[in-house]
């Protein structure tokens, strides 16, 4: 099956500070999702982007489909940022939609 | 997100116990998946439905059923709960064109 990489796996910083997070993927995709998974365990939609770039406040992401990544820039980092940044792309056809996941990204944000 | 609930929000359950795992949707999705969570393994499919009474299994489906009603519904069983499962489950579905949208998940624990 298709396989999802996260880079890094640990992530610390000081607030205020700029991040890059990377997702790899070993094959073609329908589209691609990060989502954040809060300290109370809620998984955030932030970016549903097969390809180009997004931007949202302080986040942006950025999927290149043709070399089979895609990255999530965190810009001025907060306390509240701490969490898991999951990658997730999606693939199949006709009724056989699936979403697989990285197995994320933890960062945490020092004050 | 207010589309998407799940209960219980928290199960404890005997091991050989059979037990019932509620997703409900508004927001008339086609397309509903369950996923469990673990340390070390991130989120992994268990089953996932393309419409109403039609499912198909994920990447770890043993010991486990579901059904689909109706589209709003989507129902996980364990069929006779083992210490193996007990994990968080969360619910996701999505529309056509439109990102995976996740409930706040479900802490089952099988002792």
């Known amino acids: 099956g298709i396989q999802v990489e996260q880079s890094p796996p640990d992530l610390i910083l000081q607030e205020g500070a700029n991040s890059t997070l990377r997702c790899n993927f070993s094959?073609?995709?329908?589209?691609l999702q990060w989502f954040h998974q809060n300290p109370w365990g809620q998984l955030i939609n932030l970016f549903y982007?097969?390809?180009g770039t997004k931007q949202n406040g302080r986040l942006s992401a950025t999927t290149v489909a043709t070399e089979r990544y895609s990255l999530l820039y965190i810009s001025s980092s907060q306390t509240t940022d701490s969490g898991v940044y999951f990658c997730?792309?999606?693939?199949?056809?006709?009724?056989?939609?699936?979403?697989?996941f990285g197995k994320g990204t933890l960062l945490t944000v020092n004050p | 997100d207010a589309g998407i609930t799940q209960s219980p929000r928290h199960k404890v359950t005997e091991t050989g116990t059979p037990v019932t795992l509620r997703c409900h949707q508004t927001?008339?999705?086609?397309?509903m998946y369950w996923y469990r969570q673990d340390p070390g393994h991130g989120l992994r499919l268990i089953h996932y439905?393309?419409?109403?009474?039609?499912?198909d299994k994920g990447e770890v489906s043993d010991g486990y059923s579901v059904s689909r009603s109706k589209t709003e519904d989507f129902l996980l069983t364990l069929e006779s709960a083992t210490s193996s499962q007990t994990s968080v489950y969360f619910c996701?579905?999505?529309?056509?064109?439109?990102?995976?949208?996740f409930g706040s998940g479900t802490r089952l624990t099988v002792v």
């Open positions: 439905s393309y419409g109403v009474k039609d499912t």
């Open positions: 982007i097969p390809s």
């Open positions: 997730a792309v999606e693939h199949g056809g006709g009724s056989n939609y699936k979403l697989t």
């Open positions: 927001e008339n999705h086609r397309y």
């Open positions: 996701a579905s999505q529309g056509n064109g439109y990102g995976y949208t």
């Open positions: 094959d073609s995709v329908n589209n």
